[in-house]
């Protein structure tokens, strides 16, 4: 039987020719034409206001963090169940977090205890799209909006996903929150290897990211030729990916649909294959909200216990199939518990202990998943 890995990088075969046009134009930083063509193709495709490529998901949330002027003391809602980076961001800048749990039925917040947790501190809420599902977007809206408080997408994995409303017609996920963040690593639909974006939703935010984004410079305006020199004008980092980057991302960029169509194929391909045995042997397969449309970004099954799932992975690992649990819940980490007491939050311990992903990229087989479904069965 040949192994089969838990991912595989797609490659459209146009990456290395984009990247030799950079390269032979001489004009390797960032901000370039491949760049222009990806934040342009996000705003028209998506209907995002504003984008700004970045080196990565991480540095897109730290940006977020100094566009909303996070200050120490500042308190910020998001579920434990995500990436370190999604804390971190705000961490970095002296926030306090404070963590929702999980649905009983999919890693997203619970959108029923946002309210409970805020106080006069909190200053937003960061909402995960696990696996590209969308969280209750108009629910969240509506709380925020009631507070006065910011909605940061962290969308890392949620590229050409979408929430449905109830009359049938759909909004991109990333197009909701006040603030957006992408990932194009590796291990994404859509990648570029390392790579992120940050959206901005909201007008007042993108002069000041325009600033942010050149390292606390008004150099932008002064390649637009508004002024005659540039300088430090605010905080900021390096956010700014090479265009040798962007080519990269651009070449995945016009070939979406055919990954996005080609992936929803195999996902329903697992869940097809699954639906019998997820019954007899008592694990769950993903919950799709009815307002949630996905692009088949993770395929996953939710097993009875910790046990069933190393049970499950190790009878996998010996048929040389590689699967992989996921997030490490953060409000049991190592450095949370550091320094607060230690609090229950059941379901997303639950998806911690019990979730695993299974191999899904383009060139997975038809027959790889029936291979796969009849050693988990
Ligand atoms: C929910 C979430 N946010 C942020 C990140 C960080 O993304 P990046 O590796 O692009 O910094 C990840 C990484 O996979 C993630 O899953």
Redesign the pocket.
């Known amino acids: 039987m040949h192994p089969i890995p838990f991912n595989k990088p797609f490659l459209t075969g146009n990456e290395s020719i984009y990247i030799n046009e950079v390269i032979s134009s001489g004009r390797l930083s960032g901000n370039g034409k491949y760049t222009h063509l990806c934040q342009d193709f996000f705003c028209n495709t998506f209907g995002f206001k504003k984008c700004f490529l970045t080196t990565?998901?991480?540095?897109a949330?730290e940006m977020a963090a100094i566009l909303i002027d996070i200050k120490p003391g500042d308190e910020i809602i998001l579920p434990s169940y995500?990436?370190v980076?999604?804390a971190n961001a705000f961490i970095l800048r002296g926030a306090k977090v404070v963590f929702a749990d999980s649905n009983k039925l999919n890693p997203n917040i619970d959108t029923h205890q946002i309210e409970s947790l805020i106080t006069s501190k909190t200053k937003a809420i960061v909402v995960?799209h696990?696996a590209g599902i969308a969280c209750d977007m108009e629910l969240i809206m509506n709380i925020a909006s009631a507070h006065n408080l910011y909605v940061i997408e962290?969308a890392?994995?949620a590229i050409d996903s979408y929430y449905i409303y109830a009359d049938g017609s759909r909004k991109a996920l990333g197009s909701f929150g006040h603030l957006a963040?992408f990932?194009?690593?590796e291990?994404?639909n859509i990648s570029s290897g390392?790579?992120?974006m940050l959206v901005i939703n909201e007008d007042s935010f993108i002069a000041r990211a325009e600033t942010v984004y050149e390292k606390g410079t008004n150099r932008a305006q002064f390649l637009r030729n508004e002024i005659d020199k540039y300088q430090w004008m605010d905080v900021g980092s390096s956010f700014m990916p090479a265009e040798i980057v962007a080519a990269f991302l651009w070449s995945q960029l016009q070939e979406i649909q055919q990954i996005h169509n080609h992936r929803l194929f195999l996902w329903n391909l697992y869940y097809s294959a699954l639906e019998n045995s997820s019954i007899q042997s008592d694990f769950n397969l993903p919950f799709i909200p009815q307002y949630a449309a996905h692009n088949a970004h993770i395929f996953y099954i939710v097993c009875s216990d910790l046990h069933q799932r190393i049970e499950i992975s190790h009878r996998l690992k010996q048929s040389h199939i590689n699967s992989c649990s996921h997030y490490q819940s953060l409000h049991n980490s190592p450095f949370f518990l550091a320094h607060h007491p230690k609090v229950s939050l059941p379901y997303t311990e639950k998806f911690t202990n019990c979730l695993l992903r299974l191999p899904l990229y383009h060139s997975l087989q038809a027959s790889d998943i029936d291979i796969i479904a009849d050693c988990i069965s």
């Not at 990565?56 to 540095?59: A, G, L, R, W």
């Open positions: 990565s998901c991480t540095d949330l995500t990436f980076s999604s995960v696990y962290d890392a994995q963040t990932s194009f690593h291990t994404k390392e790579g992120g």
